[in-house]
């Protein structure tokens, strides 16, 4: 059994949101990168295989980044005083031209990557900018790393900049040329990405739609992130019945897997059509705040039900990584707690599910170590007396809160052990 | 002049609230540890003068934090989803006990140090524990580092756990032992540390209170962090006006230099009184959210002209250092101004000079590079791909959002550099 892998250590991983499954001084069998099982000792079938021990170590699925913008990596923490559309303009879009200029694009894409993989964020969704062969350049610069995600080339082709927006024409072509390519990557692929409803035509959401449908490929876009955007875009399309209804009307919404990034103002009409259709929804607290938005009823969504999953947003965000965004999403809600006794603070658990096997379920069975899914794993070490004062799930705990790239000594993709990383801040 | 320096790079620092001061690619002598000045050659008079140069590096002045606890850093990010008495009582009053035993503080207090010095916190006023040996340990531990610090043996002796409460005379005679041990040493002085009304019987207040007026050292506590804990200092001390009055009529609230941690909820005349008495009031933004305080209310005492300062409080707080301090300031004020317009959020100038030259003013002249300032500074190194992108106060927001200790590449206390420092999260 040439793809047999079998990995000692201290597992945690959730099964469901509601808590940690804690499997200490274990040894978890992957077999083709998939979870065979996790055992007290090595079981008979598999005698004599090589163990890849990691003692003391937690070993948990790596982290899973619903939204987040490739091309405006190098400006995080950059502008962050500005007011959305100052901050779009003054920075966003000047940086986003400069991906026409592959030399720069790989560049830039590299760090970004190497990044990511540091951060342990092993699957994402991630816009890359409105060029195609910028956006071919991150394709091929994430295939390197081993990683796996959903690219979007950003398809816009009205109320931008001119130095960035395409025509109609050239936005469906550039996307259809980057499906034929990729579509059938195993790690890499493409995803359907307009902007946001302001930033489309009619025509061009509607030939992405259809491009989704023909193809069968996910869709991500961006939903009802401040209130200002919400009435510009029902100034723009008067004959919706609301944000939502745009997308679903071109066959954007729920047709196919679809991720919305954001969702802060949804009405009632379309939280029920969100409980319908069953997009995910993402979280990207950082950039909520930063960029001024909101919050997001995170914990009303739970209780109805809904997906929601965990997006560190960058550049809004302005950190690269899940942690972060995991901290925030807990702070926010103990705020949102304060005001509202009824709406209990995410837990640990909670956050770490959405990171996990929450947005994890967009790719299929990753985020998880029950049989069957995808052995996708990060391996933590902390600090031998920390290791010494606390129990296993104050360790991760600790890491969540803390911890960074350092505290992350391998990575697993589909049981392939990635090569070490190098990352700066 | 042997204690010359003389330092080129690009220097930032704010002498007001209202915007950096930027020098770029310049030469700042210090003499003595004082900076003479900033100068775009060497002046004559320093000609032939050694030059320590940092190319394209940024040189800004070093961190204070205000309020944090030694002896709960090991603590950081383990039990954030308790309520706060549930979190003293599960987490953080063992781990307290646990500095009697000087083997272990000295082990934990070095970590804490290490790590202190490593995000360039080069000025802060810390609670140790209850323990007077411990503490003395924590004395020795910053000496050995060559930072700055106020130390306090915090005194309880009541309302706590048996096994880290003194009794009133204890209390009182570690105090004095410690001030006669340390009122002299020119870096780490000691200061009255009462952890908190409640804590504190009328005759212990008294006694510290006394000790503060003889030896004239300053004080610092805790002041109106939660709602829950008003009310309980209200039925414990039924004859006080307020909370504040409480440690004012102990002669522990402006009668010398004071530090109040939190202040969430003073009352009119606590605010009142605050102009009068001007002590330093600490905004402790991650610690106030994650133990669900609330918020401070920044902008009305800036705007009152209150002191503010920056604090990590470690280890409600969750990250040492001030750069998440600085940037959790302002995103709290960007949620408040999303309630009130009227409440500008907090720029980067404002936290940047709570977390330097406003809290620093606490120890001096320091957290500028004014003509007269202890040169305590940071050498802060970026990428260059960012470096050749953005302007200097850019790639400062950048580093303060972004960055982390590894950006930090050189530390200078008082014109002197600190030796270089391993730390691990």
Redesign the interface.
């Known amino acids: 059994m040439s793809n047999l892998l079998i990995v000692k250590g201290h597992f945690l991983y959730t099964k469901t949101a509601e808590k940690f499954e804690v499997h200490k001084d274990m040894f978890l069998v992957s077999i083709d990168g998939i979870v065979e099982g996790i055992y007290p000792t090595v079981p008979d079938r598999f005698k004599g295989a090589q163990v890849q021990d990691y003692g003391d170590r937690l070993i948990i699925p790596g982290f899973v980044d619903l939204h987040l913008h490739a091309s405006q990596f190098?400006q995080?923490?950059?502008?962050?005083?500005k007011q959305l559309l100052d901050w779009l303009n003054d920075y966003t879009f000047d940086?986003e031209r400069e991906f026409q200029n592959l030399e720069f694009a790989r560049?830039?894409y590299s760090?970004f990557a190497d990044k990511m993989v540091a951060c342990g964020t092993l699957r994402s969704c991630i816009f890359a900018s409105s060029s195609t062969a910028g956006t071919e350049v991150l394709f091929d610069v994430l295939k390197e790393k081993g990683i796996g995600a959903y690219v979007g080339k950003v398809n816009m082709d009205q109320n931008g900049p001119d130095f960035i927006t395409e025509t109609t024409e050239k936005s469906l072509e550039g996307t259809k040329y980057l499906i034929n390519k990729f579509k059938d990557e195993p790690l890499v692929k493409p995803i359907i990405t307009p902007r946001f409803a302001p930033s489309c035509s009619t025509e061009l959401l509607r030939g992405l739609g259809k491009l989704a449908l023909e193809y069968q490929l996910p869709v991500q876009s961006h939903l009802s992130e401040n209130i200002d955007e919400v009435k510009w875009v029902q100034s723009l399309f008067e004959s919706a019945k609301n944000y939502s209804d745009i997308y679903l009307t071109n066959n954007l919404y729920g047709q196919t897997k679809t991720i919305m990034a954001h969702a802060i103002y949804l009405d009632d009409d379309e939280k029920k059509l969100a409980l319908k259709m069953d997009p995910f929804l993402v979280h990207c607290p950082?950039s909520n705040?930063?960029v001024?938005s909101?919050?997001m009823p995170v914990r009303e969504y739970l209780n109805m039900g809904l997906k929601i999953g965990l997006g560190s947003d960058i550049a809004g965000g302005?950190?690269m990584g899940l942690n972060e965004a995991m901290?925030r999403a807990?702070?926010l809600s103990?705020?949102v707690?304060?005001n509202d006794e009824e709406l209990q603070?995410l837990?640990?658990a909670e956050v770490f599910y959405m990171a996990t096997k929450g947005g994890g379920s967009f790719f299929g069975k990753t985020g998880s170590f029950e049989k069957g899914f995808l052995f996708d794993a990060l391996v933590i070490e902390d600090?031998n007396?920390?290791a010494e004062?606390?129990s296993l799930e104050?360790r991760l705990?600790?890491?969540?809160?803390?911890?960074?790239d350092?505290?992350i000594i391998a990575r697993y993709v589909e049981g392939k052990c990635l090569s070490p990383i190098a990352s700066?801040?």
């Open positions: 190098l995080c923490g950059v502008g962050m005083t940086l560049k830039a760090c950082d705040i930063n001024r909101g919050i302005h950190k901290v807990i702070q103990k705020l707690a304060l603070p837990t640990i600090d007396m920390i004062m606390y104050d705990e600790k890491f969540i809160y803390t911890g960074d350092r505290n700066r801040t």
